[in-house]
Structures are given as C-alpha cells and as structure tokens.
C-alpha cells in the first residue's frame, strides 16, 4: 500500500449494515451490537456471539471503608473478564461516582478487541469503583484501593487478570494494590498490576503512553490523508492526562494546536495556542480554560475550523446533530465511545477518516503489557526501547485495520473490531468451547 496516497480517504468505505440502533442505545448494548456485525463478517455463527456478547466473569464487591471522621462507609465495586482464551485479562480499575456494572462489562469488551488488533496475549477486563475520589482524603483512597483487592484478590493475578490505572486512579493507587496483593500472597507480585512506580517495577514510558499511541496512530492517518503533521491544524477536545501529553508532542512535532478543551470550557485560536503555556496553567485535573474570559463552550469547539479533531474527554461528544458541521478531515478518538454509530456513519460518507478509539487509545494496554513483560523477566527497557517497540506495534495495527476496512469496504471502526476479534475467536476454537 501506498503510505503517501492523497486520495479521499475512507471515500468508498461504507458502515457496517443498518441495525436498530439509535443514537441513546447505552454503551454495552452498543458494543454488542458492533461485535455482533464483526463476527458475521468473521464467519461465526450465533453459539461464537453468544459467547462473546458478554463477559465470562462479573463479580460485584462491597467494600467498607472507615473515614477519616471515624464512620464506615461502604463502596460497590465491580471486576468484568470479558474472556481469557487467548490469556489472562487485562484492563484498568477505575474510580468515578458514576461507574455502573453494565459500563465496566462494556470496557472488559473492549479491553479485548485492543489486545486483539494489537497482538498482545491477552483477553479483555476492566473494573470501577462508585466514589468520589476529589472529595476522599489520601489516606482514605488508601483505605479503598487495599480494600478493593481484598475484594477481589481470589479471581486476580498476574496469570489470572491484570489491573492497570484508569480514570482518576494513577501509579501511586497501582502501589497500594500491588502492596495489598503482595501481602494476601505472602511474595512480591510486581506483575499483579501495571502503571506502577517506577521504582516498584513500573515501565518507562508507561506514563504518557496512550497519548503517544495516539500520536502515533494520528501521523499514519495523516500520511494517507495527503495532511502533513507540520503546520496542520489540530483540535483537542480534553486536557487531561492524555489529551496533554498530546497537546506538547503534536507541538513538539510543528503541528499548529488550535483549540483545547476541559472540563469548564474551551479555548480556540487559528493561529495556534501557546500549549506550554497552557499545560504550566493548569490544575491538578487539567483545568485551565477558567483563567480565560474568552473561552467557547465544548460543542462550539468541535465545530470550528482543523485539519484534525481528537475528541480526548468523554463519550457521545459527536452525534448525528453535529456530525454534519464537523469541519475536520481525520477525526482520532483518544476518548472512549465520543462518536456515536449514526455519526461514525455520516462522518464516513462525508469521507473523513475516523480512527476509532479501540486503536487510537491502545497505546496504554500495549506498554502494560510490555511493563508485565518486564516484570515477568526482571529485565527493564529504556524509554527510547519501549517508544520504538510501542511505534512498530501500533503502526502495523493501524495498517492493518485500515486495510481490512478498504479490503472489506467498512468503516474502520468495524474493522478494527473485526481485526481485533480475529485471534479470540481462532482460540476460543482450538479450546473447544464453541
């Protein structure tokens, strides 16, 4: 394939066949929807999607808590394993008062289809916690991350399921896990969990990871789109963890970043913003457009003029009401589930390319595993090692689903479930199950 051809992107890559869905389907039904479409163009038959439509394992904990003001209060916790024929499962434990059963199934499911079309030997899982963590003191996330494992120590391991952060956790929650686990155990398990200190058996490069897969994955889209990276004009819809790292090194690159977004507001200049500036700024939670008067609202920026939009905050940003107004040529999802299927549908025939967000966002499942790996042979890569591993991985991916998409004449959202589930359905096979 020619990496540099202009032509229209995606132009004669249609969506997936038409199903009943409409854009308030919630996450998990959605997801079983795409998967459903993916194994029929896999050739599986109903006994396979009936396998695979949910997690294996779901297991609902209560965990109680004493405050810091000496009352006891209990928290539900959640722990999904989509399905380990290919190996032990492995995703994130979040921390969020909106965290729900139906939505950590729907991320164990997609934990798989990133192993998948990454080629990492794992299945998918995911787990969340109903909390608050901004109004919880240190010690009482403490008290939570310890009791969590306890919880859930029996069905874990670094066989078993392998945590990782996720929103609102971060290495220093990962230590307390890893120290609870390591107790229960009665040994050191440094490959329990990942996202870790670094002094704790933690991975270079783990910590700016996904921004940088998505980086990555951006300049491949970018090169079949005829877009230079240099002096193109890119929109950041989000300024937290990963949509800061991507904001300096899409600078870093020359790339003129237009327009950020946060939790408050957005910012937007055509003439490039001043993201050193920006990133010096900002708060803990990566706020920083409240020091602005002159700031526009989240949807208004999604609108406004760029080469590239990354939507890198929160789910449903772009929908069938604003899909037609979109301006951009590539839209990269950094952020889980921000385009629905009605716009991933309108956006394709308009001939924009979509890098949907099971590829854009698999760089922080990739470096996991390679920390797992480390921790598993007690020998420990260079960040530069860990960067050019992380590149040669997520580059062939990306070729690999935009060349199914083109092959099979879908969308690459459907692609990359249909690349991703390619491998757990040949295992699951070979086991028998089905």
């Not at 163009?41 to 109680?64: F, H, N, Q, S």
């Not at 919880?136 to 391991?157: D, K, N, P, T």
């Not at 595993?369 to 040669?392: A, C, H, I, M, P």
């Amino acid at each position: 394939m020619d990496q540099t051809s202009s032509l229209p992107v995606n132009a004669a890559i249609r969506a997936e066949p038409k199903q009943a869905e409409t854009e308030n389907l919630d996450l998990f039904t959605r997801t079983q929807q795409t998967i459903h479409t993916a194994l029929q163009y896999l050739g599986c038959d109903e006994g396979m999607y009936e396998l695979l439509k949910a997690p294996l394992r779901v297991l609902t904990v209560r965990i109680p808590v004493k405050m810091d003001d000496g009352s006891v209060k209990v928290f539900t916790g959640y722990r999904a394993q989509h399905n380990d024929a290919v190996g032990p499962t492995k995703g994130g434990v979040r921390f969020h008062p909106d965290v729900t059963e139906d939505e950590v199934k729907a991320l164990s499911m997609w934990m798989s289809i990133k192993c998948g079309l990454t080629n990492l030997p794992y299945g998918g899982g995911k787990g969340g916690i109903q909390c608050d963590p901004r109004s919880m003191s240190f010690r009482e996330l403490e008290r939570l991350s310890r009791g969590y494992v306890r919880a859930i120590s029996q069905l874990v391991g670094p066989t078993k399921d392998i945590p990782a952060p996720d929103v609102f956790t971060n290495s220093q929650v990962m230590a307390w896990m890893m120290d609870e686990y390591s107790r229960i155990r009665e040994f050191d398990s440094p490959g329990f969990i990942t996202g870790k200190p670094l002094v704790l058996g933690g991975s270079q490069g783990r910590e700016s990871s996904t921004a940088l897969g998505v980086t990555i994955v951006l300049k491949e889209a970018a090169k079949l789109a005829g877009i230079p990276v240099e002096g193109s004009r890119v929109i950041i819809q989000g300024f937290g963890n990963a949509g800061s790292f991507l904001a300096k090194f899409l600078h870093d690159a020359g790339a003129k970043v237009v327009g950020i977004a946060d939790a408050v507001g957005a910012l937007y200049n055509e003439d490039g913003l001043d993201i050193d500036h920006l990133l010096d700024r900002r708060d803990s939670f990566g706020t920083v457009t409240n020091l602005f008067p002159n700031r526009i609202t989240n949807a208004e920026l999604l609108t406004m003029p760029c080469d590239i939009l990354v939507p890198a905050a929160i789910e449903n940003q772009i929908t069938e009401a604003n899909a037609g107004q979109i301006e951009a040529r590539i839209v990269v999802e950094a952020a889980n589930g921000p385009t629905t299927a009605k716009a991933t549908d309108m956006l394709t025939d308009r001939g924009i390319m979509l890098v949907p967000d099971v590829l854009a966002s698999a760089g922080g499942v990739v470096v996991s595993y390679f920390e797992w790996v480390q921790n598993n042979q007690g020998y420990y890569w260079s960040e530069e090692e860990v960067n050019r591993k992380l590149t040669d991985l997520l580059t062939a991916s990306f070729h690999q689903v935009y060349q199914t998409a083109q092959t099979k004449r879908v969308n690459m959202r459907l692609s990359a479930y249909i690349v991703g589930l390619r491998r757990m359905t040949e295992a699951v096979k070979w086991r028998g199950w089905v």
